[in-house]
């Protein structure tokens, strides 16, 4: 779109926080407010003339919007005022870094974190933006095939309108950016198009964020070798791998690589046939940070007759990426397929020169320019520089093997950087009829950034589908091209090396007739299963949906099969096996798994009494006689699961830890038999040292340790904990909490917007959901933490989905109208 139209359609002024539409601060409780009359805007004009946009957004106890227009810019007109409501600052945020402009305001050293993926400067941040900005990335996207539809662009253009609408007319009161310098007037579409294509880069670019910005060609001082702690020479022969490959740590590796164990979920689906009701149910709990960009709320988004769906978006979303409609709920687990692959390309000596098919050829060097305020306030411009390939942004990153030495170099080609699909795969999801329709309507958008789907229908049947965007790399194209150093990562990491000097050639992407475009795998390669049974993902790769099916036969880049089950995988299929060994998954049931608190590696390693066994080894009897009380839970009451969790924290693995090993025609159910030999031994005793050194009683009840963490919550006591490991479905983590950081284990991680629905009779929608960290991000805001205290209680929100459900508990209604 040019720049002169853009203008024309987003007259206004972005800054961002809490709500005005809520009313003032502590003005009683959601539960006891009175319900006024419709109240329109405060600033609408001449309301007989119809506007540009109109809708009407009406607020339901916990802020919850629901919003109603008759098309979809208004729609996303009332969505981008509801969400500036609840989270302005986030907001402006994600505009600020969009546009590239976080050194200026906030100063080049300062750090960004997103939380997920992304921490890096604000200069390097700034840099890579900056850079894309220039290249016209999104503006030629947004024209292009693998751009966005007409209707998913009138959202987005209307989300902006309405954010900038809610500027205009509401005073910000959050005390993190009321009245900051650096909150951005006249919030465009094209801003929020750079926000949503910086999303769908968590998981590749994103990841390389530094060291795409700090790539330089090496010197002397800087050869590029890398730095995990292992032989600094790199293999030159296949015959070399293994053992190189040895000494690696696998686990920094893939954390290097974007796979942080913490960005996850879980999701399970109970098809007709193993339900009371007879038709579909889920269960879905994303695990996603409770503080800054990749923040869910709430909304019910509603054009009459045409759409009408709720859920949960992520900040910056016009639509719902993890909800439900009449027919069909879905949810979302982190997948295991990676989005990228590095190029090496072997130079001509040191520097950029390397050898083509059609010739030498060199990295491109492109120079930014940033504008940056400096510690005495002025402002000043650094530069910059980054290199690129045809194939994508040149890194240097030893400590993942990919370092710029003076043999080679490497670029990353990124497929969800040659995609703006995003929205419309979400969108159309809304619009499914049933799980098939579902999938195939994600299939035609092709743009499911890095997630797995798990769905329910009203018919009884469920769905779990690896169909996000995947590089056309096939295990043949991998073998055929990976060099050395390639297959090293390969080894380690699953992510094939290939090789650069031939990726315009027989090294390129491939491309499936059934794919949105080239470059990416079509449905025909990914895999997917509906059943009536049941299915669900915990983050490992899609291999096994269930206790029955195994999907095979698939690229590797995609996951691995046959391969170990994390313990949290095992519990949330535990939770369901165990129901049905007893009866079928009843609504109260399957919504009761989410707060049952059951540790699987805790449930293993007490099998014959192994871990009390090990822990009397260690001649610490205070300690033991806790660890042997205890409930091998993690609820709030629980004492001893602190111990517990320390010790999974530091156990060894593998065979050092398990007698019986995995084993893939059992992989629920091994490995097992924990070892009681001296590396277990010893890691129960550093776990309780540990828990002495930090000044804990061993007999402290579990609630009061692990408490919330999010801005402005009060220390509520919370269930749940450490999932991979421990084996916690309700996975819970302390990672730079915004409070309570004095508290043993603030949580600021993990349980995000839980949600469980089940379809009744014909038309009926059993909704049950909560917001872990509540709707409002201002701590002023009386919907700050009420649904945080409701999930201290391990209770939920009856979601209001029908207008009669809607009118019983509406708390006020806004008519917005806008130009």
């Not at 390397?354 to 400096?374: C, F, H, N």
């Not at 990124?414 to 419309?424: F, G, K, M, P, S």
């Not at 469920?462 to 050395?484: E, G, I, Q």
């Not at 049905?580 to 590696?601: D, I, Q, S």
């Amino acid at each position: 779109m040019r720049s002169s139209r853009l203008l024309s359609l987003l007259a206004a002024a972005l800054v961002l926080p809490a709500l005005a539409v809520a009313g003032p601060a502590g003005a009683g409780s959601p539960e006891t407010a009175a319900v006024p009359a419709v109240v329109p805007d405060e600033l609408a004009t001449k309301p007989t003339r119809p506007g540009k946009y109109r809708a009407t957004v009406s607020i339901t106890q916990h802020g919850i919007p629901h919003v109603v227009a008759k098309g979809w810019a208004s729609l996303g007109y009332g969505s981008g005022y509801a969400a500036a409501a609840a989270s302005i600052c986030n907001l402006a945020d994600t505009v600020l870094t969009a546009r590239g402009l976080r050194s200026l305001h906030l100063g080049p050293e300062g750090r960004y974190r997103d939380g997920v993926s992304l921490d890096a400067s604000n200069l390097q941040v700034d840099a890579f933006v900056t850079d894309l900005r220039n290249r016209r990335v999104v503006e030629d996207l947004l024209a292009s095939s693998a751009g966005p539809s007409t209707r998913a662009r009138k959202l987005v253009r209307g989300y902006a309108a309405g954010v900038n609408r809610w500027l205009r007319t509401n005073k910000v009161t959050d005390p993190a950016c009321r009245g900051a310098a650096w909150l951005v007037p006249d919030a465009t579409e094209l801003d929020l198009w750079y926000g949503v294509y910086l999303a769908n880069l968590i998981a590749s670019s994103g990841v390389f964020v530094k060291e795409i910005v700090e790539a330089d060609p090496p010197t002397l001082q800087d050869p590029g070798l890398p730095d995990l702690g292992i032989p600094l020479s790199l293999p030159r022969t296949e015959a070399e791998i293994p053992a190189y490959a040895a000494q690696v740590d696998r686990d920094a590796l893939l954390a290097s690589l974007g796979r942080d164990p913490a960005f996850g979920s879980n999701a399970t689906a109970i098809g007709g046939d193993a339900s009371s009701t007879g038709r579909g149910m889920l269960l879905g709990n994303p695990h996603f940070p409770w503080v800054g960009r990749y923040r869910f709320t709430q909304q019910h988004l509603t054009i009459p007759g045409k759409y009408d769906v709720a859920g949960g978006s992520l900040i910056g979303s016009p639509v719902v990426n993890i909800g439900w409609n009449k027919d069909v709920a879905w949810s979302h687990t982190v997948s295991t397929a990676y989005r990228f692959t590095p190029y090496e390309y072997l130079t001509l000596g040191p520097g950029t020169s390397y050898l083509t098919p059609r010739g030498i050829e060199k990295a491109e060097r492109r120079v930014v320019d940033i504008p940056v305020r400096r510690a005495d306030g002025s402002v000043g411009t650094v530069q910059e520089d980054l290199y690129r390939t045809p194939q994508g942004y040149v890194i240097d990153s030893p400590a993942q093997f990919m370092g710029w030495s003076p043999l080679s170099f490497w670029a990353i080609r990124d497929a969800n950087a040659e995609q703006l699909r995003t929205i419309d795969t979400f969108l159309e999801m809304g619009r499914a009829t049933s799980s098939r329709d579902l999938l195939a309507r994600q299939d035609a958008a092709g743009g499911m950034p890095w997630v797995n789907t798990t769905a329910a229908d009203r018919r009884g049947e469920v769905l779990y589908a690896d169909h996000s965007v995947v590089p056309h790399v096939t295990d043949a194209l991998a073998n055929r091209c990976m060099t050395v150093v390639g297959r090293l990562i390969q080894s380690v990491a699953g992510l094939p090396g290939l090789n650069g000097n031939l990726a315009d050639s027989s090294c390129a992407w491939g491309a499936d007739a059934d794919a949105q475009r080239p470059g990416i795998l079509g449905p025909q390669h990914l895999p997917a299963v509906v059943r009536r049974d049941w299915v669900m993902n915990a983050n490992d790769s899609y291999w096994t949906p269930n206790d029955k099916v195994r999907l095979e036969g698939y690229p590797s880049i995609i996951g691995c099969e046959r391969c170990e089950r994390t313990m949290r995988t095992r519990m949330v299929s535990q939770y369901v096996l165990d129901r049905l060994a007893v009866g079928k998954e009843t609504p109260r049931t399957l919504r009761g798994h989410e707060y049952a608190n059951r540790l699987r590696a805790a449930e293993v390693m007490r099998a014959d009494g192994r871990l009390d066994a090990v822990c009397a080894a260690t001649g610490e009897t205070e300690a033991c006689a806790v660890l042997r009380a205890w409930d091998g839970r993690s609820d709030v009451t629980s004492v001893g699961t602190h111990l517990f969790e320390a010790f999974v924290q530091r156990a060894p693995t593998g065979s050092k830890l398990w007698q019986v090993p995995f084993d893939p025609a059992h992989p629920f159910h091994t490995p097992r038999e924990l070892r009681t030999g001296p590396p277990v031994v010893a890691a129960m005793k550093a776990a309780i040292d540990a828990v002495r050194a930090a000044g804990v009683p061993f007999g402290a009840t579990w609630g009061s340790l692990q408490v919330a963490g999010d801005r402005g919550a009060p220390a509520f006591p919370l269930g749940g904990g450490e999932g991979d490991l421990a084996g916690n479905a309700n996975a819970l983590a302390s990672i730079a909490p915004a409070a309570n950081g004095d508290r043993y284990k603030a949580v600021s991680y993990g349980s995000s917007h839980i949600q469980a629905i089940a379809f009744r009779g014909k038309r009926k929608v059993n909704a049950r959901t909560i917001l872990t960290y509540s709707q409002y991000e201002d701590p002023g805001s009386r919907w700050s933490r009420d649904q945080t205290r409701l999930f201290s209680a391990e209770s939920w929100v009856r979601f209001p989905w029908t207008e009669r459900q809607i009118a019983r508990d509406l708390v006020r209604t806004v008519v917005l109208r806008g130009k």
